[in-house]
C-alpha cells in the first residue's frame, strides 16, 4: 500500500512509521519536520555490506555519498556500520570530521575543489581523493608537497559510453563537467600525470555513471570499460592500479511503478563481470567501490507537514497546500520528481482525493507533485510525503525566509532530534546592519 516498507497504518487508524506514530511526532516537533529511521538506514547498509562480502569476499569498501542527506548523526550511523563516506565539499568533509569519521574512511569527490577545500582533505588525512582534472592533479601535488604528505588518489574517468546503448549515461559521457574523458586520452594523461607525482599516490580509478538508475547492465558495462582502462594502463606503463570505485546511481521507488534492484543485485552482477575479467586477463581483482546514496536514505525518510488551505477550483485541480514546501523539497520544482503522500491522521480511510500539494513559497511551481492521490484533507490534518530522505533536507534553501525543518531521527524505535529546527533568529544572524 505505501511505497515505503517502514510505513503502515497503527490501531489508531494514524501512519506508523519505523514503529512510531507519525502523529504523534508532528504534535511534539511541529512541522514541517524531516523524519529519518536510522534503523531502516542501518539496515539499507547491511544490504551492501552482505552483498559484498558474498559476491567479492569483502575486498572492497561501500561509500556512502552524504551529499544525499549529510548530518552527524547520520554519518555517525552509516560509518558504525562499517561504510567508508563520500564527501564533496568542504561543509560535508567538515560534518564527517565533526561526527568521528575515521579520516582513512572518508573520500573527497567533486569537479572544481577549492585550495581550502584539497588543503582541509589533505591536512586532514583523508583516505582518498578523487580528482576530476588536471588541474586538481597540479594542486594536488603542489598542496602535498607543501604540507609533507603523500596523497591517495583516484583519477575519475568519464567511460563515454555510446547514448544509443544507455541514453542516462549521456550526460556522464564526453560531454560533462565530471571527470577525464577516457575516449579523448584525458583520462590517460590523469592517470601519467599522477603516476610523475612524487607527492601523489595513485591508487585507481573512479566513475558515477548517473542516478535512479534501474538496470543492472549500465553498472556491467561500466564494470568492463573500466577494467578495459586499468588494463590499458598496465600494458603501457607496467603499473597494475589496485582500486576500483563504479559509484552510485542506484535507483529507488518514488512510486508503485518504481522497481529498483537490490544491492545484492548490483553487486552481484558487477563484482562477476571483474571477477570474469581478471581471471580472463591475469589480472589482480581491485579493491571494488560502491557509492550509493538515494539507496541508503531515500526510503528511510519522510517529510511531515500540516495541511493550510485547500482550494478546490471547479473542473480544474484541487491545490492542497502545506507548510513547507520547494525551502525543504526542492526536487519537483527542479526535474519534476515524483511523490506519493498520505494524510497520517487519516491513514486508514481511502485515500481517493487528487490534488496538487503545493507548497507555501512565492512560485507557481513551488509545488510537491501535481496529481497525487491522498486521503480527503482538512485544514490542521498531517500530510506526510514519502521517499524524502534523499536530496531533501541537503537541498533545503531558506527562499522567502523560510527556517528549515528539523530533523528527528528514529533510533532503536526511539525518537529524537538530530537536527534543530532553524528559528528566525538564525535567519538573521548572519545580516550584518
Ligand atoms: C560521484 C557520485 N557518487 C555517488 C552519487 C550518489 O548517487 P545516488 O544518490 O543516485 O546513489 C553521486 C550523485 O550525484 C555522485 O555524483
Redesign the pocket.
Known sequence: MFVSDHAKVNAAGNLEFSGVDTVALAQKYGTPLYVTSLDGVKASCAEFTAALDKHYGGNGMILY?S??NCNKAICKTVSSCGFGL?VVSGGELYTALQAGVDPARICF?GNNKTETELRLAIENDVGRIFADSLAELDDIERIAGELGKKAKVLVRANPGVEASTHEYIMTGQVDSKFGLSIDKGDALAGVLKALASDNIELAGIDC?IG??IFEVLPFVDEAEMLMNFLFSIRELTGVTLGELNV????GVRYVPSDDPLSADRIIGAVAARVKRFCAENDFPEPFLMF?????IVANNGITLYTVGCVKEIADVRNYVSIDGGMFDNPRYALYGARYTACVANKASQPADYRAAIAGKCCESGDLIGKEITIQRPERGDILAVFTTG?YNYSMASNYNRNPRPAMVVIDDGEDRIAVRRETYADLVSFDEE
Open positions: 555519498a551529499k544525499a563520500d569527490h558515477h542516478s535512479q559509484g552510485g546511481g542506484f557509492e550509493p546514496g538515494r539507496a534523499a
